[in-house]
Every structure is written in C-alpha cells, then in structure tokens.
C-alpha cells in the first residue's frame, strides 16, 4: 500500500486523485473514487446552476461517507457562469476540499480559506505553481503538456516539468498528464510528487457516466490519437481525435477563426458524445494516456490494482536494480 | 549502486549512455563516460572523413580500456556523406557497440551482425522501435518529445512513449530525452526502461569539447528556452532558443522555405557555437532538460551522483512511501 503526506494533507488513503473533468465528473464516479480510498472531484460547471451543484453535493454524500471536493474550472468564456454562486455552493456544503483550475485562484482563495476548505490548485508552469503557492493554497496539481483538456502553451511534459516544479514547491504536490497506472504512479513518486492526479484513466471505469462507446474508444486508441485545438487562440485543448477535431484543425490550418469552428465545437455536443456514444458528434477530451489504458475496471479494481502493483514495482523491480558494491 | 539486463547485454557497468551529439561526442568525452562505468558514443559524422573517424576511435582506445561505441546518425540531406565507409570503420576499428539513429537500421545491420557490433537502435516511437526489434537490433533507446536534436513528429513525451514502448519491445531499452540526474534515472526504470540515455546533461561536464558559455548557458536556461523548428519539413529539431533560432521560428511562421533559412542554420555555424562560445552565432541544440541542470560536474561526479542518489531514492523515498496494510 501507499501513503504520502498529500494523505495526511487531504485526509485520503491514497494518493491517488480524479480530477475534475467536465460532464464526467458526478457523483456516481466521485464517490465510487471516494469509496476506493481516492480523492474524487465533482465537476462543478457540469451542473447547470449553483443548486444543481448543491443536489449533486448530497447526492454524492448519500454515496459515500468519505470525503470528496467539488472542481472550479474557470476558462475563458463570452457568457461566463455564476462563479461566485458555485463557489459559495461549495463553501456552504460543507465539502473540504475544491480543486482550482484555469485561473489564478487569488480572487477565490479567502472565501474558500474563511469557509475551511482546502484548496488543490492545478496548473501548467512552474511559475503558476509558485504563485499559487506564495497565495496560500494547499497543494498543487502539476499538469504536464500530454494531459487531457488544457495543457497550457508552454508544452512541458511531467517528465521535465514535474521534477522543475518539485525544487521550488515545498507543499503536496500531484502529478497530473500522462499518468494511468503503478508505473506512472511510481515514477511521478520518483520525479518528486506526492501522488498522482489521473483524468483520462477513470472516464474508462465502470462507473463514469459516460456511454459505453467512450469508454472503448479510449481502450482501442493510441497515444498518437489526440489533437491540439485552439492554439492559435491561446487556450489551447488536447481532444479525441475524430471528425470532428480533425475538421477545427484543418479550418485553423487554413487561416479560420474561432468564429468559423464555434458551432462545430459547441459544448452541447460534446456532452452529447458521452451521452448517445456517436464519438464523431462533437469534441470530447482524451490523454495521451489513453494508449496506456486496456481495460474498463471498476475504479475499486482500478485503484487496488495500482497500489498493489505500486508496491510490487518499488520492492520488485526497482529493489533488484540496487546493487551492492 | 544501479545494474540492469542492459548493463549485460553491453558490457558496460551502470546502464547509462552517453548518446551521439554532432560537435560534442568525442574522445575526451567518450572516455569519461567508459571510464566512470557508462557507454559513451563518437559521433561518427563530427569527424571530416571517415578516416578521421578512424583516428578518433584509436584516440578513445587510448584514453580508456573500458567499452565505448560509435553513433551513425543518418539524415535527409543533400550531399549525404560516404555513410558506408563511415559504417566499414566502425566495424573495422573492432569497437563493439554502434547507435544507429535517424533510419530504418534494416540496410547496414547486416553488415554490423557480420562484424560482431551490437546495434542500439534510437528511434522516436513505438512503430519504429518495434520494426528496428523485428530486424535484430540489441537494443531500443526510445526517445520522447522533450529530447533535444530530433524527437520526430508524433510529440509523444516519456511519460507515455516509455510505458507504451516497454509494452511491446522485449529486449533492453533505454528511456531517452528528458532526463538528467537520479530522479530521472528512477521513473525511466519504474516506466520500464532498463536505463538512460542522456545528452544535453553530458553537454554540461568538464570533458564536454564545447565551449564554458554553452555549459554556462545549460545552466542558467529554463525548460522553456528551446525551440522547434523545421517542423513544416517533418524534419523537426529542438534547439536551444537564441537569436538564430527565433528568427528561424520567425521566418517559417510567415511562410518561409527551407532556402530562406539555409544560411542561418549552416552546420559550421553551430559548430563555431562550441568552438567560440558566441551563443546567438548559430542554431546548436538544447533539450529541455537543461531546466534541471544546474552545475558542471566532472563525468565521474555526474554518473556517480546518478547512481548513487538513485540507490537512495528507491531505498529511501519510495520505500517509505509503502505501508503495511
């Protein structure tokens, strides 16, 4: 078995994180995750209002009597969403702990801080992670250039930036991008994080709310399949490869504007693809990771699996290389 | 102390390579790297002629009794030089290792199997390490996005390329790009690699033949300050970012061709990098592991630092990550 100081932090078994991801994030999932002995985040925007977010926080307490948090992603939007009502959803319902994203968590963070909760900020760079940490969060989610959703533009991967981020951070801090199994799990333990923050690996469980075509799309697909949309924008997305992105690609390929994909790239459709399982519908996230995953297990099978072969790898394998001399 | 099947396979004591660099992978070098108990390569094409070549393997066997090899790196070019007198030298010289990089091996393995040298074979994705292990290659050093020189253009770093890799390639292989020190050494070996393959961390050594500025250089830079370019010729390198290479950025961005750059990326100039320290003078390359880069050890300092740390780390902070459930 396995234990950090993100444990002791977070008051978790393991540390082992599903981090927000949108339409997928609910209850059923988060409290499977909790149940497991892992740290699950709703995804707060995936709720249409600051009530619904409230209805899915109990529904999840009636799940699990583990503790879980609710993700805050905020994004670049034309209509953006009622952020401080979601955020005050979050405080008021008594959950511990939120999971920051997509911005600088200053505007948010003595709100949370007065309301007790402990803050996991996820974020791209270094520089963002000693920001947030000279603010005040509590632990950092260092999210490398091979993830799911937004990389950033810095195109760093874990196996560089996690070590870069762990000499200047000094509080728990997650790996996140790339990761899906013991071997990631170690490896990240290796390069200086206290635990693993995985997206891509829980959407292919039992238990993500997602139609079953996802779940085997991620199963049969490589590390090759996933584009980057939106770079000219600045706000760039990893996505499934399918129809669909490779259609944005080619309409920004040939000078397009963010005006000529929005319909293509709608949310609506996105979440129509997790929903009816036509993977060409609309744009959804995947890894890189996803030509790592080869099965669909139960996130209680998916999680034993990984502390247990954690274990095997650091006793086994990585004992019979040390030598004596 | 570190040992795995690689270090049986080819001889050597610590399963860690010193790979082929242009202007950098000579004598002084190579045999530090042999001497403190790793496989250092020549470069083949740094040397003018390939009787050049001849005179700097005699100028190696001088300076170390202990096993080093030769890289023969084949490029698109448009005066390609004498590549099989190149090869007839390495077999003929008797030293027992070549890394081949930049092409299907399938046309000089013959010749090499013939002649008693043991292939590494360095390629930049699964598909291809899988076809280089079909042919006989000995071993695979498989190198990810973050590497410096040439990753490709499937931008699969590490942390996903290793796994998937070691999924499918059976004999000793070696994780490339990315990596600098024990932590790295540790996460190639838990994501299934048999050892390292590191450059840009050999640049910033006392014996490296280049010049204090560039090993200065290595170790003020960020992860951040390289560049790609030729990527519009699917011919993509990472290079240090200065001058040169943003310009190179620049001009192709606004839809310039390989014959508007040819001047400013000519080969001697890199070279004169090395030789005069003037940094911006031309294109010379860079991973982005010289973020974690921070002195100029002696070769025997590093690899004895590497090992070292990495009996520490699995001993110490991995082991102490595993409790008794």
């Keep these: 078995m396995v234990r950090t100081r993100f444990c002791d932090v977070f008051g978790v078994e393991y540390p082992i994180v599903q981090g927000g991801m949108q339409w997928v994030g609910r ?16 995804t707060a925007l995936t709720q249409p209002t600051p009530e619904d977010l409230a209805e899915e926080i109990y529904r999840c307490r009636q799940l699990t009597d583990k503790p879980f948090g609710v993700n805050l992603t905020i994004l670049p939007s034309i209509k953006p969403p009622p952020y401080v009502e979601y955020r005050d959803v979050i405080i008021e319902s008594g959950v511990g702990v939120v999971e920051t994203a997509g911005f600088n968590p200053a505007e948010h963070l003595p709100a ?10 996820k974020c791209t760079s270094v520089r963002h992670a000693v920001k947030a940490q000279q603010l005040g969060v509590d632990g950092i989610s260092i999210d490398g250039f091979e993830c799911a959703g937004h990389p950033g533009e810095d195109d760093i991967p874990g196996l560089v930036l996690i070590p870069a981020a762990t000499e200047k951070i000094t509080i728990p801090m997650l790996a996140s991008g790339g990761l899906a199994d013991a071997r990631g799990l170690v490896a990240a333990l290796a390069l200086g994080a206290d635990g693993i923050n995985m997206g ?18 991620l199963v049969e697909a490589s590390e090759h399949d996933t584009d980057l949309i939106f770079r ?10 399918n129809a669909v992105s490779t259609e944005v690609v080619s309409i920004f390929d040939s000078g397009g504007q963010f005006d000529d994909v929005r319909e293509l790239v709608a949310g609506v459709r996105g979440r129509k693809v997790y929903e ?26 998916l999680i034993d ?19 004596q001399k």
């Excluded at 209850?27 to 709703?42: E, I, K, P, R, Y």
């Excluded at 949370?112 to 900020?121: N, T």
């Excluded at 060409?280 to 996230?285: A, E, F, N, S, V």
């Design 200 to 217: 891509t690996r829980f959407v292919a469980t039992t238990e993500a709310p997602v139609h079953e075509n996802v779940k085997r799309r």
């Design 27 to 42: 209850a059923g999932l988060v409290s499977a995750v909790a149940n497991a002995g892992g740290l699950g985040f709703l």
């Design 276 to 301: 009816v399982g036509d993977l060409d519908l609309g744009i959804w996230t995947a890894g890189m990771v996803q030509g790592l995953i080869h099965d669909i297990p139960t996130v209680s099978e």
């Design 305 to 323: 699996r990984i502390v247990t072969e954690a274990g095997e790898l650091i006793k086994g394998r990585l004992g019979d290389v040390l030598i």
């Design 112 to 121: 949370f801080k007065a309301g007790g909760v402990k803050v996991l900020h």
């Design 232 to 241: 000219s924008l600045r706000n760039t997305a990893r996505v499934a490869r």
